[in-house]
């Protein structure tokens, strides 16, 4: 049975990262912001619809720091990163509404102070009238740097029970906090934390609520709220594991012990290591925070988004610099003495599986003087090696590095050869914050160890059902690598045991039959791709709903249902598939 309307994808998942919109009629009917599918949905993917456990430590805090009636509030996990928000905010604000946005910054007490290891969490919110609650949003989304919703668990009951207490400072202002040192490299900064987090003492004894009052300790909190059946000190552990898989110097499948023991082998690149990769609350900060560090490292000049990118990859651009679809185009700019700070792009891209002409891209940006970022979410690093024609590859380790569908995450590796790998690293160890929450960091590396295996199962079911539907006439359309126009340059990326990655899009001849397609398939469905599960998506619709026209000018057609393929059987599948292309046939009758 399909996954009722508004619930969790996967279904009875507490941080599930996907909700289901298990119809067409949803998918328009959540665009549209209509009640009927607004009012059941229990979760949404994370950057989008923010989690009931943030939601209510928003509210708590508030009622403890501002004015439930007016007033709201965006969390991070550091101060830097509310200062973000509060700018922005400020930038759409006249003058004299500015003292209404405000940043309140919680840290543990000294009651949480334990010893070496014990779980903590910093948060800072930043209060802003309901009013401005859109543009607020818009860095929640675009920057990918808010609180999990399992950090919001944590910190709700730490509050609750006062082992996080407001940190009392002299200076309010943003000008003030935004003028603390930095003492980087941050990757495990903070004495009694594991979660890298900096944090200064508060500056006077705050009242403690009812745990402390009543003579709970900090160690019998920790136990509670995590129980028997997670090892959070091992967060450190996990982060390394997770970055070992990631620069490519681990690729077996192994439990943590064995993980941290493996001799290293070698990497993507020469000369990479774990310590060139850099873990993120998500994939769009790992984007967007290497958008930043370009900008610190060498200067405001405009990036260039390159092809038909993740919408989000684009909103963070589109202000920044200049939106190019064609190489030769791209070319000419640069010989016309046109300069910039770098190339974003998807290799291969979203929804077309199209794969840019990294070579000709490298020898541009190596000629003219620009850095090449690359999002290798869709094929992962498994199939294709990308990093070597890259300065800084992103991924969103949500998608099939976890598979499991529960836990954010992203990452982002420099290449030790590229061009500006010194300037780049230099400036990584500076700014870089360690802001991944323990509880995650562990739910990673427990789902990602068995990445290599299903990456192998995943390639064979999709070349497999591609190749069925690629032979029914029913279908207008296979967007797969393989099958690609650009497949040759695919190939040439392509590691020996590479395949084609598990995600493909497929159109119809007509709206109706993708309408029929999509509302028969009998898989989950909703926003995401990369699960352990089967997942369907009408993803025009869903990431360019108010751009349709435009992204049909672009010969992407507005009615395309995309499918990432998961972990079911091969018969499974094709007999879903099959009774989904029996609906189109009837569709076309």
Partial sequence: MLQALGGTVPPNTDHAVSVSLPTWRANVGYEEGEDWVISKMVCGYPRFFVHPSIQKLAQEIIRRHGNPETETATLFASVKTALLCQSFILSKLPAEDARKVRIVNFIPSPHAEAGPTTVTSSLSAVIYPKEHAPISKQVWQHSGNGISSRRGEFCLRALEDGFLVEEKVPATSAESLSQRPCKGPRRYQGKGSITGITRSPPAEASPLANGVEDGRDYAQFIEERFGRNLSTM?????????????????????????????????????????????????????IFNAHQTLLASRGQLKSICFGFPYTDTLKILQKMGARLFDLDDLEARLKNGERFLGLFLEAPGNPLLRTPDLVRIRSLADKYDFAVVVDETISNFININVLRYADIVASSLTKIFSGDSNVMGGGAVLNPQGQYYKLLKETYERDYEDIYWAEDAVFLERNSRDFVARIDKINSTSENITAMLKDSPLIKEVHYPKYSPTRPIYDSLRNPNGGYGGLFSVTFHSNAEAIAFYDTLEVLKGPSLGTNFTLASPYVLLAHYGELEWAKSFNVDPDLVRISVGLEEVSDLRSRFKTALDAVERARK
Avoid: C, H, W
Avoid at 236 to 252: D, E, F, P, W, Y
Avoid at 264 to 277: C, K, L, Q, W
């Fill in 234 to 286: 091992l967060a450190n552990q996990a982060k390394l594991a997770v970055r070992k898989r990631i620069s490519g110097v681990l690729t077996a499948d192994v439990e943590l012990p064995e993980a941290l023991e493996a001799d290293s082998a070698e990497g993507r690149v020469a000369g990479i290591s774990e310590d060139d990769v850099y873990l993120y609350p998500s994939g769009m900060s790992a």
